[in-house]
């Protein structure tokens, strides 16, 4: 019996594609999950994705994954070619810098949703020298299609439109599971998403111009993709790259992983250099804040004469926290008599519990005092 007609013609599939991509990312330090499954939001069926690579780096506040969901495809007969135009910059219905992310933790939530986070994200990574792993488009592919490589007859755009879309799909799942597979965590974690298309074939681009139509053969191109996933658009960028170069331009991908380890927890830092005297910072902590002295407040009070229950004291007190800028301290407001006010202010117990959570949660080391009624002027 002839075996080698078996591994032969097994080379022809994606698989061997698979493995030797896997191989690649393995060698370079990734951890790979092979074929991992997921439910089509729109027919509920069970798909898969070829690959999902990730590095993971704990910083001193922060595990910071940077992950590749890979789709390979490989074609001997046809070639894939993207139908490309002016990338008109200016254009309202572009978004040239979608960045996919997901945390557990509040201040990460809160930095990478500011309006200016997406450029800012783009500028520091992409001055890391990752322009291949990270970059804004050149130009814009309207459309793809495959086509005979000898003959140059299109056929269909049925196979890089199954790997645009299981990319975009399997994004979305791995992001929307998250927040059940991370419940719970103590550790604060932060994932950033990327898409790549791996075609095991020749790679062309049809750019059409004003009078003219050129094609060139390249190496990788870099396409904004859009699909409606769970009934809302989705924009991401998805990068074709030949399989032939993946190694090289996986380099890039280890010091992007890198460059986004250290600008997380740059911005991390950075967020607390006024967290205390910015409002919506100050808020966006007090809870954690207040949930960590609530209970010693309570017992103090007890002992001077309070006579509410605990389960009272939690729910009837309202407490708030603000910023005294003629003062330069914080103000801790609690809707309780006064004498109870000035006793807490005068308690050194309670200083040292308050200003160890202070700094645990806003890392703040200045002067506090608790007020009964906070008047902002």
């Given at each position: 019996?002839?075996?080698?007609?078996?591994?032969?013609?097994?080379?022809?599939?994606?698989?061997?594609?698979?493995?030797?991509?896997?191989?690649?990312?393995?060698?370079?330090?990734?951890?790979?999950?092979?074929?991992?499954?997921?439910?089509?939001?729109?027919?509920?069926?069970?798909?898969?994705?070829?690959?999902?690579?990730?590095?993971?780096?704990?910083?001193?506040?922060?595990?910071?994954?940077?992950?590749?969901?890979?789709?390979?495809?490989?074609?001997?007969?046809?070639?894939?070619?993207?139908?490309?135009?002016?990338?008109?910059?200016?254009?309202?219905?572009?978004?040239?810098?979608?960045?996919?992310?997901?945390?557990?933790?509040?201040?990460?939530?809160?930095?990478?949703?500011m309006?200016?986070?997406?450029?800012?994200y783009?500028?520091?990574?992409?001055?890391?020298?990752?322009?291949?792993?990270?970059?804004?488009?050149?130009?814009?592919?309207?459309?793809?299609?495959?086509?005979?490589?000898?003959?140059?007859?299109?056929?269909?755009?049925?196979?890089?439109f199954?790997?645009?879309?299981s990319?975009?799909?399997a994004?979305?799942?791995?992001?929307?599971?998250?927040?059940?597979?991370?419940?719970?965590?103590?550790?604060?974690?932060?994932?950033?998403?990327?898409?790549?298309?791996?075609?095991?074939?020749?790679?062309?681009?049809?750019?059409?111009?004003?009078?003219?139509?050129?094609?060139?053969?390249?190496?990788?191109?870099?396409?904004?993709?859009?699909?409606?996933?769970?009934?809302?658009?989705?924009?991401?960028?998805?990068?074709?790259?030949?399989?032939?170069?993946?190694?090289?331009?996986?380099?890039?991908?280890?010091?992007?992983?890198l460059?986004?380890?250290?600008?997380?927890?740059?911005?991390?830092?950075?967020?607390?250099?006024?967290?205390?005297?910015?409002?919506?910072?100050?808020?966006?902590?007090?809870?954690?804040?207040?949930?960590?002295?609530?209970?010693?407040?309570?017992?103090?009070?007890?002992?001077?004469?309070?006579?509410?229950?605990?389960?009272?004291?939690v729910k009837?007190?309202?407490?708030?926290?603000?910023?005294?800028?003629?003062?330069?301290?914080?103000?801790?407001?609690?809707?309780?008599?006064?004498?109870?006010?000035?006793?807490?202010?005068?308690?050194?117990?309670?200083?040292?519990?308050?200003?160890?959570?202070?700094?645990?949660?806003?890392?703040?080391?200045?002067?506090?005092?608790?007020?009964?009624?906070?008047?902002?002027?």
């Amino acid at each position: 019996m002839n075996l080698e007609k078996y591994h032969l013609n097994i080379k022809k599939t994606g698989f061997d594609l698979e493995f030797r991509i896997s191989e690649i990312l393995r060698k370079s330090g990734w951890s790979t999950i092979n074929n991992k499954y997921y439910i089509d939001d729109v027919k509920e069926e069970v798909r898969e994705i070829d690959i999902i690579a990730y590095k993971v780096m704990t910083t001193k506040d922060i595990r910071i994954f940077t992950t590749l969901v890979i789709s390979c495809k490989k074609s001997e007969k046809n070639l894939w070619a993207l139908l490309s135009k002016k990338l008109d910059e200016k254009d309202p219905n572009l978004e040239l810098k979608p960045v996919h992310v997901w945390s557990n933790n509040k201040v990460l939530e809160f930095i990478t949703s500011m309006s200016e986070f997406k450029n800012d994200y783009y500028e520091n990574i992409i001055n890391q020298k990752v322009g291949r792993a990270l970059c804004t488009p050149k130009f814009q592919i309207f459309a793809y299609q495959e086509m005979d490589i000898d003959s140059g007859n299109p056929k269909n755009d049925t196979a890089i439109f199954t790997s645009v879309s299981s990319l975009m799909k399997a994004q979305s799942y791995e992001i929307n599971s998250l927040p059940k597979r991370r419940k719970g965590e103590r550790l604060n974690y932060i994932y950033q998403f990327n898409l790549i298309s791996i075609i095991d074939s020749k790679l062309i681009r049809i750019l059409f111009e004003e009078k003219n139509i050129n094609t060139i053969e390249i190496d990788e191109d870099n396409y904004i993709a859009r699909y409606i996933i769970n009934k809302q658009q989705t924009v991401a960028r998805v990068h074709f790259i030949k399989a032939e170069v993946f190694s090289n331009i996986l380099e890039e991908y280890n010091l992007y992983h890198l460059a986004n380890c250290n600008f997380f927890q740059q911005k991390y830092d950075e967020f607390y250099i006024d967290a205390t005297s910015n409002e919506d910072k100050l808020k966006l902590l007090f809870d954690e804040f207040y949930d960590l002295i609530k209970t010693s407040l309570y017992f103090e009070l007890l002992q001077y004469g309070y006579k509410k229950t605990l389960d009272d004291f939690v729910k009837d007190v309202k407490a708030d926290i603000n910023w005294n800028e003629v003062s330069k301290s914080l103000i801790i407001s609690l809707d309780i008599p006064e004498k109870f006010i000035d006793f807490l202010n005068g308690n050194k117990k309670i200083g040292s519990i308050v200003a160890k959570n202070l700094n645990k949660v806003y890392r703040y080391n200045g002067e506090f005092e608790f007020v009964d009624v906070y008047i902002p002027f």
